[in-house]
């Protein structure tokens, strides 16, 4: 059974730095991609970042310049650096697992950036 497991939100001040970790068990081997998805209250899920077993990386608009994505193939772990907060990055951010077709996702662990 796959279980995909994130940890790291919480409340950060504009400006402020936040790093949000996953880890996803339950297959043999790594999963093909991993990355990070994220939904605001009242707006669809987007793309925050990936990252794919050949180092293919995706990053989300909003993302560029400003996170970084990095994972351990071995261990399926993946982590989001996230620098230079604002107000637009609170939602709740979701950890991704993909071992083609399969897709797997975390229970999401929420990012709010307020005074």
């Known amino acids: 059974q796959v279980q995909v497991v994130e940890s790291g939100g919480g409340l950060v001040q504009p400006g402020g730095s936040l790093r949000l970790s996953c880890a996803a068990s339950?297959?043999?081997?790594?999963?093909?991609?991993m990355g990070w998805y994220r939904q605001a209250p009242g707006k669809q899920r987007e793309l925050v970042a990936t990252l794919t077993t050949n180092n293919f990386y995706d990053y989300g608009d909003s993302a560029k310049g400003r996170f970084t994505i990095s994972r351990d193939e071995t261990k399926n772990t993946v982590h989001l650096q996230m620098n230079s907060l604002n107000h637009e990055d609170t939602a709740v951010y979701y950890c991704y697992a993909r071992l083609w077709p399969m897709e797997y996702w975390g229970q999401g662990t929420p990012v709010t950036v307020s005074t």
């Open positions: 339950g297959i043999t081997g790594s999963f093909d991609v």
